[in-house]
């Protein structure tokens, strides 16, 4: 059973960068085939996707958060981390991990965690 658990701050203020990490447990960030994904709910809003990691190293990102989006990860922790830049209360939301199958819907999310963009 592949769990992902989100974790960091609950708060960041104007023009900082939020930074997350995502810890998955019962399987690797390696294996082929799949995308790690970060995906975000702003209040009263859809979901939103906001970019992956393969399972390569490879990223791909929205191309409205591009600018101010980096997903790294770290093997050796088998964890995946997002950041972004210059953030707006725009930006506060719920923030969730998840894995994702080549050409399927997510099969294993975190929990979330909120983020508040508040001074």
């Known amino acids: 059973q592949v769990q992902l658990q989100e974790s960091g701050p609950g708060l960041v203020k104007p023009s900082q960068t939020l930074s997350l990490t995502c810890t998955v447990s019962?399987?690797?960030?390696?294996?082929?085939?799949?995308?790690w994904t970060w995906i975000r709910q702003p209040p009263g809003k859809g979901l939103e996707w906001i970019g992956y990691?393969?399972?390569?190293?490879?990223?791909y990102y929205s191309p409205s958060l591009k600018s101010r989006t980096a997903i790294s990860r770290d093997t050796s922790r088998n964890q995946f981390t997002l950041q972004l830049s210059s953030v707006t209360p725009e930006d506060t939301a719920v923030y969730y991990c998840?894995?994702?199958?080549?050409?399927?819907?997510?099969?294993?999310w975190g929990q979330g965690t909120q983020v508040t963009v508040s001074s």
């Open positions: 998840a894995r994702v199958p080549p050409l399927r819907l997510a099969d294993y």
């Open positions: 019962g399987g690797s960030i390696t294996t082929n085939p799949y995308y």
């Open positions: 990691i393969g399972y390569s190293g490879s990223t």
